[in-house]
Structures are given as structure tokens and as C-alpha cells.
């Protein structure tokens, strides 16, 4: 899920980095499906979700790991994150593991991503069992190196507890 509100940011080209990144390690067969706040953030604000608003909350509902990133706006996430994700109800993310990733325009937002993003996906009940993913602006060229060492760290706790998942609903 990209929650910056520019289409094809940068913010959208680290996750899918870091998607590659995590499915690469996890071997995993599952579909990717890339939820780009950008392209639905019209039909936010209305009582009545139009269609494609609906199957974004299906899919960020279903997944079973779930990268959300957002560039730092003002230190933190965007509000555009924030809006999408105040429309889901309460547990909605209760069966996802969850990655926070933040694109950094400065170091003093580090830990932006440990202290905004991480409580904002708990409290709707995601799991977040790894340290968040960043990658400075100023690096961005480099962004594949520090996501596939990000995902050399988090995959084998993910893959673990996907594994711990199936066998107890089985």
C-alpha cells in the first residue's frame, strides 16, 4: 500500500523494491497487488465509496503481509494514508503481518517510522513484529541494496510466522 499522494512517486517505487525484496526471500507464490492511495484518494471523502475504494479496503483487508509506505510529510505519514486508513473498521489488519516503510526527506525523521507508523497499523490490529523499513531521500539510488538487507533481516520472522499461521488453521 503507497500512501504518498503523487502518482508513480518515488514513495510507490521503493515498495514495490521492498515487496521484491520480501517475496525474493520468502519464495512466496502469492499474487502482489500494489494499493496506490494516489489513484483513489477522490472518492476518500465521500459517504459512498466508489468501486475501486471498496476492493482497495478488500485487498489492505485480506492480505497476509502488508508493506505500507508513505513518504515523511511534516515528521510523519500522510494524511492521505491516515484518511484511507481511518475508513476501515477496527481489526481490520488483525490477519496481516504488517511492514511499515517511510521514504525520508531528512534524518531527523528516522524514527518516524517506529514511532507514527508502527502504533497507526496496531491499533487496527496488525501484527508488526520487525523493525520498519526507511530509505533517505538521498538515497533513494541505492534504495534495492538497503531493501534487500531490510528483507534479509525481516523475512525469516515473516516466514515464520506465516508458517505458525497455517498450521494452526489447518
Known sequence: MVGNPRPRSRTRAVAVLAAEALTGRLGSAAGREIVDLSALAAGLGSAAAPAALQAAERTVQDADVLVVASPTYKGTYTGLLKTFLDRLPGGAL?????????????????????????????????????????????????????????????????????????????
Open 94 to 170: 488483525a490477519s496481516a503481518v504488517a511492514l511499515p516503510l517511510m521514504v525520508l526527506g531528512d534524518a531527523r525523521h528516522a524514527l518516524a517510522v517506529e514511532v507514527h507508523l508502527r502504533p497507526l497499523l496496531t491499533e487496527l490490529g496488525a501484527f508488526v513484529p520487525t523493525p520498519g523499513a526507511v530509505v533517505p531521500e538521498n538515497r533513494i539510488e541505492q534504495a534495492g541494496e538497503l531493501l534487500d538487507a531490510w528483507a534479509a533481516q525481516v523475512a525469516p520472522q515473516v516466514a515464520g510466522l506465516l508458517a505458525a499461521r497455517t498450521a494452526l488453521t489447518s
